[in-house]
């Protein structure tokens, strides 16, 4: 499991997802207006890992004997099937398989799930398909073969050099196996990513720059740099370990904004630092607000209408997903609900003053179906405060906003 696409673990020192969600009625979209579709990607849950790392809070289930490929490679087809009259005719630019490890499953696998998707979807010739791996040897001797099937982009989910902090955090793979797997990655796909975490059980400020400074020393394209948190319902939550201070674990953070932009590389979003041309779009989609089709057991999606928007969430359970998607009769999805129109500047918000550079003013109503006005006394509130900027036409956080992002998406909860 890595968690570039992040839904549980936040990066310090602005974890924007702890705010708690505007609680609201249903409601029937009546009042978004008619407008031009959002880009749209495609996201795969492969729910099954070797062991449950203690700080992990995604949906993933220790492997007990082989993984149930054709069974699962079953049900994906049919949840794939039965989403196809709600994106029928839409272009995908991107897919990412996450998990969980999907790197456990054969290449093979791989191979079918992707020319599944060629055949059902209107996927882009040149689309961004990233695969979540483990750094261990035998995920790693698969590399190859799943950048033959088309897979592009790799994102590794290191999180340390340090032998002992891998153990700690109850990681599978030592150091030795991820510079190996780091090499096995960049000979089999163009893009690669690291997940790196800091602020770590006994860490100090030498040992994270040790960490940083091995991971820059592979030049890949792309990292994702976490700090780590302790998420309720996991081990860490209910037996913490010792971690940083706030003041150390703000030392760390800012030795990496500057080595990483010694290093070539550009801090785009709170977490993600990428050379020239290696972002990651399909996690940039998801910032702007764009939609994505959620397959596979408790994947979540986010859908756009001319007159809607509707979010889904597939049963968390992997067995119980398999047997609902085969009876084909919408029992697989345990969530499917529209998204009221006052979530939405939130929901815009959360995602978009993630970015350095911010977005353009133009996505609010061309996503949200919400007229610009709607936000614009809170924007000029928060820029008054020196929390944003509205210069040229492009809304983002400054950087004093940034260090301070929960207090400004507060601002849009009501």
């Given at each position: 499991?890595?968690?570039?696409?992040?839904?549980?673990?936040?990066?310090?020192p602005?974890?924007?997802?702890?705010?708690?969600?505007?609680?609201v009625?249903?409601?029937?979209?009546?009042?978004?207006?008619?407008?031009?579709?959002?880009?749209?990607?495609?996201?795969?849950?492969?729910?099954?890992?070797?062991?449950?790392?203690?700080?992990?809070?995604?949906?993933?289930?220790?492997k007990?004997?082989?993984?149930?490929?054709d069974?699962y490679?079953?049900?994906?087809?049919?949840?794939?099937e039965?989403?196809?009259?709600?994106?029928w005719?839409?272009?995908?630019?991107?897919?990412?398989?996450?998990?969980?490890?999907?790197?456990l499953?054969?290449?093979?696998?791989?191979?079918?799930?992707?020319?599944s998707?060629?055949?059902?979807l209107?996927?882009?010739?040149?689309?961004?398909?990233?695969?979540?791996?483990?750094p261990?040897?035998?995920?790693?001797?698969?590399?190859?073969?799943?950048?033959?099937?088309?897979?592009?982009?790799?994102?590794?989910?290191?999180?340390?050099?340090?032998?002992?902090?891998?153990?700690?955090?109850?990681?599978?793979?030592?150091?030795?196996?991820?510079?190996?797997?780091?090499?096995?990655?960049?000979?089999?796909?163009?893009?690669?990513?690291?997940?790196?975490?800091?602020?770590?059980?006994?860490?100090?400020?030498?040992?994270?720059?040790?960490?940083?400074d091995?991971?820059?020393?592979?030049?890949?394209?792309?990292?994702?740099?976490?700090?780590?948190?302790?998420?309720?319902?996991?081990?860490?939550?209910?037996?913490?370990?010792?971690?940083?201070?706030?003041?150390?674990?703000?030392?760390m953070?800012?030795?990496?904004?500057?080595?990483?932009a010694?290093?070539?590389?550009?801090?785009?979003e709170?977490?993600?630092?990428?050379?020239?041309?290696?972002?990651?779009?399909?996690?940039?989609?998801?910032?702007?607000?764009?939609?994505?089709?959620?397959?596979?057991?408790?994947?979540?999606?986010?859908?756009?209408?001319?007159?809607?928007?509707?979010?889904q969430?597939?049963?968390?359970?992997?067995?119980?997903?398999?047997?609902?998607s085969?009876?084909?009769?919408?029992?697989?999805v345990?969530?499917?609900?529209?998204?009221?129109?006052?979530?939405?500047?939130?929901?815009?918000?959360?995602?978009?003053l993630?970015?350095?550079?911010?977005?353009?003013?133009?996505?609010?109503?061309?996503?949200?179906?919400?007229?610009?006005?709607?936000?614009?006394?809170?924007?000029?509130r928060?820029?008054?405060?020196?929390?944003?900027?509205?210069?040229?036409?492009?809304?983002?956080?400054?950087?004093?906003?940034?260090?301070?992002?929960n207090?400004?998406?507060?601002?849009?909860?009501?």
């Amino acid at each position: 499991m890595t968690m570039e696409q992040g839904s549980g673990n936040r990066p310090a020192p602005v974890p924007a997802e702890s705010i708690e969600r505007p609680r609201v009625r249903p409601a029937s979209g009546h009042g978004l207006g008619r407008r031009p579709l959002p880009p749209l990607s495609l996201y795969v849950h492969v729910p099954w890992c070797v062991r449950k790392c203690p700080y992990c809070d995604f949906n993933s289930h220790e492997k007990k004997g082989d993984i149930p490929e054709d069974d699962y490679l079953a049900a994906l087809q049919a949840d794939l099937e039965q989403a196809l009259p709600l994106i029928w005719g839409r272009q995908v630019i991107s897919v990412f398989i996450g998990g969980g490890t999907p790197s456990l499953l054969s290449a093979r696998a791989v191979d079918s799930m992707l020319a599944s998707f060629r055949a059902c979807l209107n996927l882009l010739p040149d689309a961004e398909i990233t695969l979540e791996a483990n750094p261990g040897t035998a995920e790693a001797g698969r590399f190859r073969e799943y950048g033959r099937s088309g897979v592009n982009r790799l994102s590794l989910g290191v999180q340390s050099f340090n032998d002992e902090a891998l153990r700690a955090l109850g990681r599978i793979h030592d150091s030795a196996q991820a510079r190996a797997a780091i090499d096995m990655a960049q000979s089999a796909v163009p893009r690669v990513n690291l997940d790196l975490m800091y602020a770590l059980p006994g860490q100090d400020l030498n040992a994270c720059r040790r960490d940083l400074d091995t991971a820059l020393s592979f030049d890949t394209g792309h990292l994702s740099l976490y700090h780590l948190t302790l998420e309720p319902n996991t081990v860490f939550a209910k037996y913490p370990p010792p971690l940083p201070d706030d003041d150390l674990a703000a030392s760390m953070h800012e030795y990496m904004i500057e080595a990483t932009a010694m290093a070539g590389y550009e801090q785009y979003e709170v977490s993600a630092y990428a050379k020239v041309g290696q972002r990651s779009l399909h996690n940039q989609n998801y910032w702007t607000f764009g939609d994505y089709l959620g397959l596979g057991p408790g994947a979540h999606g986010k859908l756009s209408f001319h007159d809607r928007i509707v979010r889904q969430a597939r049963n968390r359970n992997p067995d119980s997903w398999m047997q609902r998607s085969l009876l084909r009769d919408g029992s697989h999805v345990a969530e499917d609900r529209v998204v009221a129109p006052n979530e939405l500047p939130f929901e815009f918000m959360l995602n978009a003053l993630r970015l350095k550079e911010g977005v353009d003013m133009s996505l609010f109503p061309a996503h949200t179906g919400l007229p610009f006005t709607v936000v614009l006394p809170t924007l000029q509130r928060l820029e008054q405060r020196g929390l944003v900027s509205l210069a040229g036409g492009r809304l983002r956080t400054t950087d004093q906003g940034w260090r301070y992002l929960n207090d400004v998406l507060h601002e849009f909860v009501e």
